[in-house]
């Protein structure tokens, strides 16, 4: 079962520990990539729909710029922390220098429940914080994305929010933004289709297809039900889902198109006709080729991790699996395709909207879907190289190779003290 209390920046110190330690990263170099280089905390209050202003607290943290802008997702979840906030602005960094794109490490979230917040609610709230944290944020400076609990229409109120305090049109500011403001072709299932790809490489790895492997997918927000759709047309087998309210299984394969509809029009996966319901919790361990949790951290635990039978785990959420699960399912055999890399397809379709918005020149779908499967395939490649060469699993392989890579680009830049 989940375990909030694992501290998640823990977690990658631990993994950004031992990938230091095989490395042989200089020890300055240790000292800088443990502590983000700027945390801001901002106290946002909000006049809600019943007239009462209400006090939330809001974080952005940027973990490291030397490869470029800080980039990195909002969170909106009643389980944000300062500690959440900045593990997942580092993962940035280690993930952006995974898929070698040039930004930096970033990450915002706030503390609030954004399903108990009126949409009106919702956007005075987005505008008040982004209002708090205008002066370290940019297209040149760190460029938020869309995570939990916010969406397209969110980054559509930073954008707006931004473009008024500057006076002008920086659509570049924000990414994950709705097309019709400079918003990239495929970008809402880029975290989804960069799992596939992974998944498909992994499979690969084994000798075995992805086409009749079966599938169970843990979350079904952005990045759960864009890989169940995006891997059952690639010919797998979704056998189970979950999200928040319960889970949902089929062992002949869920019909996806109909569990799309009925979420769409219910909020859940559950109760869906043709499926039976089941524990949330056992289809972390259900017998299947692929798992993919696409919920939230400190999923996979010491407790869990023993019964897992998944013969691959794609991780689509950050920080899924903890350094002691790590450890058992290295033991069990279990491939491992490290969040860094498997949900790196996002970040990645991020940069092409970057590079969209500054160029003003907008790409086909066609194009977007290409290069992605271009940047993750080399990121997939890199990683394992780096995984074999260090004889370590593929999450500190991911880590070494990004830490190569930051840290080249901090010895050409030098201290400026
Ligand atoms: P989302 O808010 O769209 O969906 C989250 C889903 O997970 C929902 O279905 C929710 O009900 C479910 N969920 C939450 N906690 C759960 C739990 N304890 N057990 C079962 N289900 C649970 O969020 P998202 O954008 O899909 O993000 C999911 C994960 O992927 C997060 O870890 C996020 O940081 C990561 N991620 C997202 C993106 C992106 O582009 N959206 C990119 C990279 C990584």
């Given at each position: 079962m989940?375990h909030?209390?694992?501290?998640p920046y823990?977690a990658?110190q631990a993994?950004?520990?031992?990938a230091?330690?095989?490395?042989?990263?200089?020890?300055?170099?240790?000292k800088?990539?443990?502590?983000p280089?700027r945390?801001m905390i901002?106290s946002?209050?909000?006049l809600?729909?019943?007239?009462q202003w209400?006090v939330?607290?809001g974080y952005?943290?940027q973990h490291?710029l030397?490869?470029?802008?800080?980039?990195?997702?909002?969170?909106?979840d009643?389980?944000v922390?300062l500690?959440?906030?900045?593990?997942?602005?580092?993962?940035m960094?280690w993930?952006t220098?995974?898929?070698?794109?040039?930004?930096?490490?970033?990450?915002g979230g706030?503390v609030?429940?954004?399903?108990?917040l009126s949409?009106g609610e919702?956007?005075?709230l987005t505008?008040?914080?982004i209002?708090?944290?205008m002066?370290i944020?940019?297209p040149?400076?760190?460029?938020?994305?869309?995570?939990?609990?916010?969406?397209?229409?969110t980054?559509?109120?930073?954008l707006?929010?931004y473009?008024?305090?500057?006076?002008?049109t920086?659509?570049?500011v924000?990414?994950?933004?709705?097309?019709?403001?400079g918003?990239?072709?495929?970008r809402n299932e880029?975290?989804?289709?960069?799992?596939l790809?992974?998944?498909?490489?992994?499979?690969q790895?084994?000798?075995k297809p992805?086409?009749?492997?079966t599938?169970?997918i843990?979350?079904?927000?952005?990045?759960?039900?864009?890989?169940?759709?995006l891997?059952?047309?690639?010919g797998a087998r979704i056998?189970?889902?979950?999200?928040?309210?319960?889970?949902?299984?089929n062992?002949r394969g869920?019909d996806?198109?109909?569990?799309?509809?009925h979420?769409?029009e219910?909020?859940?996966?559950t109760?869906?006709?043709?499926?039976e319901p089941?524990d949330?919790a056992?289809?972390?361990?259900?017998?299947?080729?692929?798992?993919?949790?696409?919920?939230?951290?400190?999923?996979?635990?010491?407790?869990n991790?023993?019964?897992v039978?998944?013969k691959?785990i794609?991780?689509?959420a950050?920080?899924?699996?903890?350094?002691?699960?790590d450890a058992?399912?290295?033991?069990?055999?279990?491939?491992?395709?490290?969040?860094i890399?498997?949900?790196?397809?996002?970040?990645t379709?991020?940069?092409?909207?970057?590079v969209?918005?500054?160029?003003?020149?907008y790409?086909?779908?066609?194009?977007?879907?290409?290069?992605l499967?271009?940047?993750?395939?080399h990121?997939?490649q890199?990683?394992?190289?780096?995984t074999?060469?260090?004889?370590?699993?593929?999450?500190?392989?991911a880590?070494?190779?990004?830490?190569?890579r930051v840290a080249?680009a901090?010895k050409y830049?030098?201290?400026?003290?």
């Amino acid at each position: 079962m989940p375990h909030r209390e694992i501290n998640p920046y823990e977690a990658m110190q631990a993994s950004l520990r031992v990938a230091s330690e095989l490395y042989g990263l200089d020890d300055a170099l240790f000292k800088v990539f443990m502590a983000p280089t700027r945390s801001m905390i901002v106290s946002l209050p909000v006049l809600m729909d019943n007239g009462q202003w209400e006090v939330f607290t809001g974080y952005r943290v940027q973990h490291n710029l030397t490869r470029g802008p800080a980039k990195g997702g909002i969170r909106y979840d009643m389980n944000v922390t300062l500690d959440e906030v900045k593990a997942m602005a580092a993962w940035m960094t280690w993930k952006t220098a995974v898929v070698d794109v040039p930004f930096g490490g970033g990450k915002g979230g706030i503390v609030c429940d954004p399903n108990r917040l009126s949409i009106g609610e919702k956007e005075r709230l987005t505008r008040r914080y982004i209002a708090e944290i205008m002066d370290i944020i940019g297209p040149d400076r760190d460029v938020p994305a869309q995570d939990m609990g916010t969406d397209a229409q969110t980054m559509a109120w930073v954008l707006d929010t931004y473009n008024m305090h500057v006076r002008r049109t920086e659509n570049a500011v924000v990414t994950g933004k709705p097309l019709g403001l400079g918003g990239s072709l495929g970008r809402n299932e880029a975290t989804g289709r960069g799992v596939l790809i992974t998944a498909r490489e992994a499979m690969q790895r084994l000798g075995k297809p992805l086409a009749g492997a079966t599938v169970a997918i843990q979350g079904f927000g952005n990045v759960g039900s864009q890989a169940a759709r995006l891997m059952h047309e690639a010919g797998a087998r979704i056998v189970a889902v979950c999200d928040l309210k319960g889970a949902i299984r089929n062992d002949r394969g869920l019909d996806v198109h109909a569990l799309l509809k009925h979420h769409l029009e219910t909020g859940t996966v559950t109760g869906l006709k043709g499926a039976e319901p089941m524990d949330p919790a056992e289809l972390l361990t259900l017998a299947v080729d692929i798992l993919v949790p696409a919920a939230t951290e400190n999923q996979i635990t010491d407790e869990n991790a023993p019964q897992v039978r998944a013969k691959v785990i794609v991780e689509g959420a950050n920080g899924p699996t903890t350094p002691e699960a790590d450890a058992i399912l290295l033991e069990h055999r279990v491939l491992v395709v490290p969040d860094i890399l498997a949900n790196a397809g996002g970040v990645t379709v991020s940069y092409f909207e970057w590079v969209q918005n500054r160029q003003g020149f907008y790409w086909r779908e066609r194009e977007v879907n290409e290069r992605l499967v271009d940047y993750m395939t080399h990121a997939f490649q890199a990683t394992f190289a780096t995984t074999d060469k260090y004889k370590t699993n593929p999450r500190i392989g991911a880590y070494i190779l990004a830490l190569d890579r930051v840290a080249q680009a901090m010895k050409y830049r030098g201290f400026y003290a």
